[in-house]
T-cell receptor
Framework: DGGITQSPKYLFRKEGQNVTLSCEQN?????MYWYRQDPGQGLRLIYY???????QKGDIAEGYSVSREKKESFPLTVTSAQKNPTAFYLC???????????FGNGTRLTVT | GNSVTQMEGPVTLSEEAFLTINCTYT??????LFWYVQYPGEGLQLLLK?????DKGSNKGFEATYRKETTSFHLEKGSVQVSDSAVYFC????????????FGSGTRLSIRP
């Protein structure tokens, strides 16, 4: 079955460390997205990529970085510059502008 | 800019009650509209969608009609079940910003047996 795989499901890091969240899709979708979700809040867009080797900042890109070297992969690095990194991170992909998003099951990051 | 406003939660209903979750939007052009559902600890799943005015999206007993005159896309279900307890998000994708999907803040729904 095609889908989006995010790993790991839970991630714990110490403050000051960079951490990379994995997102892989086998849906052959061109566009991929990273969202952040905080308790009781909606989704906020971090970065998105419409094609390989290209990506754009979303609404809350500060303290995050991404790469898109392969169509199926869109890893997100949470750097030590991100002031409040503890959150639930969701990766998504879609085929085109009117297509719905397909989401992974998320990674819950806790930084202490 | 584009935006989505949905009713504040939480919404608590008894099983078999009628459900409405309001969603209104602001967008240029003719957006595509979506409802997503999120169960605890999971990602979002597409519930239904509509891509043009007067379209009705439906799935699993849920319905929503794209109303351009009122810029609304309210989610309805005639008889809710305990298994419908989740967080529901209204979203849009529009025009030159079609690469960005705008989400509402989500409405938490709890159904009592």
């Amino acid at each position: 079955d095609g889908g989006i795989t995010q790993s790991p499901k839970y991630l714990f890091r110490k403050e000051g460390q960079n951490v990379t969240l994995s997102c892989e899709q086998n849906l052959n979708h061109d566009a991929m997205y990273w969202y952040r979700q905080d308790p009781g809040q909606g989704l906020r867009l971090i970065y998105y990529s419409q094609i390989v080797n290209d990506f754009q900042k979303g609404d809350i890109a500060e303290g995050y970085s991404v790469s898109r070297e392969k169509k199926e992969s869109f890893p997100l690095t949470v750097t030590s510059a991100q002031k409040n990194p503890t959150a639930f991170y969701l990766c998504a992909s879609r085929q085109g502008p009117e297509s719905p998003l397909h989401f992974g099951n998320g990674t819950r990051l806790t930084v202490t | 800019g584009n935006s989505v406003t949905q009713m504040e939660g939480p919404v608590t209903l008894s099983e078999e009650a009628f459900l409405t979750i309001n969603c209104t939007y602001t967008a240029t052009g003719y957006p595509s509209l979506f409802w997503y559902v999120q169960y605890p600890g999971e990602g979002l799943q597409l519930l239904l969608k509509a891509t043009k005015a007067d379209d009705k999206g439906s799935n699993k007993g849920f319905e929503a009609t794209y109303r351009k005159e009122t810029t609304s896309f309210h989610l309805e279900k005639g008889s809710v079940q305990v298994s419908d307890s989740a967080v529901y998000f209204c979203a849009l994708s529009s025009g030159s910003s079609a690469s960005k999907i705008i989400f509402g803040s989500g409405t938490r729904l709890s159904i009592r047996p």
